[in-house]
């Protein structure tokens, strides 16, 4: 069944250039809530520079994007988040010193209650590891212990704990970028019930994916980007894996 109501985010024409390259022209892309949408192009297509631009890494040179109706002018990733935008890419951005608890909360560290007007006060580690516990669970996310270092994880369980960690913002949209192209067939598989689960709670998810495997077990939509530009939407459920595959490479475009 397709997503149905406005779109949660909207991209038209979206541009932009690094130097003498031109990285996308044109670009048109849409997303609703409780969506699948996988974005699909060959290396160099424009794939993660797309993402970027709505994540507000690499704000667009022109285009309009309106987040759930709005014109809205993402120029850093902190405008992102307020939006309710979170991003996973492909690095994960992971630190191998700490521990799963302290990743999924770097950056948003919470402290113990103590004196009123005291600067320094110890972290609230049992409350971070006790919501950490919580957001595992209620994901499915099968880490045996939130205190044990990230450099001890598999590469599946590494991936799983950096999604729980872009949704501890509770998130609107989160934006995935060849989450499984490391993983194993039971890994990648644990990785995409995540994303039906994403899905299942309203989230609209934007999915960068070489994997047509992943994209037709997972996507309601598809979009193409082939040098930079639109090649092709495609409705997954109905679209023989071949015509996808045929506008990735360039054989056809269906716009």
Not at 114 to 131: A, F, S, T
Not at 187 to 198: F, K, M, N, P, S
Request: charged share 25%; glycine share 10%.
């Amino acid at each position: 069944m397709r997503a149905t109501g406005p779109p949660l985010l909207s991209l038209r024409g979206i541009s932009k250039r690094f130097g003498a390259v031109q990285a996308l022209e044109d670009v048109d892309l849409e997303l609703r809530s409780g969506e699948v949408v996988a974005l699909l192009g060959d290396n160099g297509a424009g794939k993660s520079t797309l993402i970027k631009v709505i994540a507000g890494v690499a704000p667009a040179d022109k285009g309009v994007i309106k987040w759930e109706g709005e014109v809205v002018h993402i120029r850093n990733p902190q405008i992102a988040q307020r939006l309710g935008i979170a991003t996973v890419y492909q690095n994960l951005a992971l630190c191998d010193a700490l521990d799963v608890a302290e990743n999924l909360f770097l950056g948003r560290e919470r402290r113990s209650p103590g004196i009123r007007g005291r600067l320094l006060r110890l972290m609230d580690n049992g409350g971070m590891r006790g919501e950490a516990r919580r957001q595992l669970d209620a994901l499915g996310i099968r880490v045996p212990d939130v205190r044990a270092p990230v450099a001890a994880l598999s590469a599946g369980q590494r991936q799983t704990v950096a999604i729980s960690r872009a949704l501890l913002g509770k998130p609107k949209a989160v934006l995935l970028d060849e989450p499984t192209a490391a993983l194993g067939v039971t890994q990648a598989g644990h990785v995409l019930d995540i994303v039906d689960e994403l899905r299942d709670q309203g989230i609209g998810v934007i999915l960068i994916s070489h994997n047509l495997g992943d994209v037709k077990a997972v996507a309601d939509e598809a979009a193409v980007l082939r040098l930079g530009r639109n090649n092709g939407f495609f409705h997954v459920p109905t679209t023989a894996q071949d015509m996808i595959f045929s506008s990735i490479v360039g054989a056809t475009s269906s716009k």
